[in-house]
């Protein structure tokens, strides 16, 4: 856990500049079953935040953008400490503004040197960072799949 918060620290600062957030481990009770009302207790994760020009005291009162970009940096911090792979983000980006975006991106392009990413986006900002592109169009009525795979990088 100590890694990860480090990496999510990291992460944190670079998406929301100045502020703090500090994941923490805590133990939750989860009804197993309501008849004979049996309680198990089991671990979760809970993320205390303070942005510098705002006052919270609860999650639930971020933007979108603002939960999608802390959500973010736990994920890029997880993956930083852990290296998995690959990842699959459906949409991550959609509530990012222009400035956001390519910060994710950029983000992205870094972990992507130990980490496959497969992004499914709209965005055009995250679309320029990819090596291979894989869309839908439809022409007539029918689907019809296309791809392009950028050239590969010439040494000097």
């Given at each position: ?18 502020g ?5 481990i ?52 997880i993956?930083?400490?852990s ?42 900002t ?11 169009l ?11 795979k ?7």
């Amino acid at each position: 856990i100590e890694g990860i918060n480090k990496e999510f620290q990291r992460f944190f600062e670079i998406l929301f500049g100045k502020g703090k957030a500090q994941p923490k481990i805590v133990k939750l009770e989860k009804e197993e079953n309501e008849e004979e009302n049996k309680k198990t207790p089991f671990l979760g994760v809970e993320i205390e935040i303070n942005l510098a020009k705002k006052h919270l005291k609860n999650l639930n009162l971020l933007s979108g953008g603002e939960k999608a970009l802390l959500s973010l940096a736990l994920l890029f911090g997880i993956i930083s400490y852990s290296k998995p792979p690959f990842i699959i983000l459906d949409e991550a980006d959609a509530a990012l503004d222009e400035k956001n975006s390519y910060k994710v991106a950029q983000i992205i392009k870094t972990l992507s040197e130990k980490t496959q990413f497969i992004l499914v986006t709209h965005n055009p900002t995250i679309i320029q960072i990819a090596d291979i592109w894989y869309g839908v169009l439809m022409k007539d009525g029918i689907s019809q799949t296309i791809s392009y795979k950028l050239p590969e990088k010439i040494s000097s």
